[in-house]
């Protein structure tokens, strides 16, 4: 938990690794140390083999632990591209927990990514009936609706303004994907899509949006 504070809170990358490498030594077999040390393998030190090890590890300690699941599933969509592997593993979390909103959003996004739009939507829907009060949440899950479903959910941008207006941001977050594949699909407005992307994952500032129409077109 203290690396865990470490990283988060202080951005102290070096002391957080001592400690995540301290905790795993004392008990190899904690799980959530084990997931939690992942996590920071990928997004922080980038070393994704070592990560892969260690949500492996995990899950051969706890396959069925609803946590590690969606996160693996999460690095093998972002990082290994793996959408099958992803797919098998969101669904195992899902028979775990059927009403996590996270793993839920996150299986949406998948779906979106592989052109699979109306199962996204599905998906989509869940994820929004467990009302989420999860700000970062909402912004990916806003995000998908108008990135993918605009027509289903046409009050999704208003909401997503709403939230980025107010600091809210999903940081980090790959979002590139679901860019890509929302030109594919045909979106009206590709272009902005794209920079909303990267404004919702923190990469840019919201300014960057001012330069287009709908932007302003939208009410909050």
């Known amino acids: 938990s203290y690396a865990d504070f470490l990283t988060d809170v202080r951005g102290d990358h070096e002391q957080a690794e001592e400690h ?5 030594e004392v008990d190899p077999n904690r799980v959530n140390v084990l997931n939690n040390y992942a996590n920071f393998l990928t997004d922080v030190r980038g070393d994704y083999d070592a990560a892969e090890e260690h949500y492996r590890r995990a899950l051969e300690l706890d396959p069925k632990h ?21 797919e098998e593993h969101y669904r195992r ?14 299986y949406a ?23 989420p009060d999860e700000a970062a949440l909402n912004c990916e899950l806003f995000f998908y609706a108008y ?8 009050d999704a941008l208003a909401k997503l303004k709403g939230l980025l207006l107010k600091g809210e941001r999903s940081k980090g977050w790959k979002l590139g994907e679901n860019a890509r594949a929302a030109r594919e699909q045909g979106h009206p407005e590709p272009e902005f899509v794209e920079a909303l992307a990267k404004v919702v994952s923190d ?10 129409p709908v932007w302003w077109d939208v009410l909050t």
Do not use: C
């Not at 995540?20 to 795993?24: F, G, H, L």
């Not at 979390?93 to 996150?106: F, H, M, Q």
């Open 20 to 24: 995540y490498r301290r905790a795993i």
């Open 66 to 86: 609803a946590g590690v699941l969606g996160n693996y599933a999460s690095f093998l969509t972002d990082v290994r591209g793996d959408y099958e592997a992803a």
């Open 93 to 106: 979390a899902l028979e775990v927990e059927p009403d996590d909103a996270d793993t839920l959003g996150n």
């Open 109 to 131: 996004k998948l779906l979106f990514i592989q052109g699979r739009s109306d199962e996204g939507a599905e998906m989509l829907r869940k994820a929004f009936a467990r009302t």
């Open 147 to 154: 990135a993918h479903a605009w027509t289903e959910w046409p």
């Open 203 to 212: 990469e840019e500032s919201i300014e960057t949006l001012e330069q287009f």
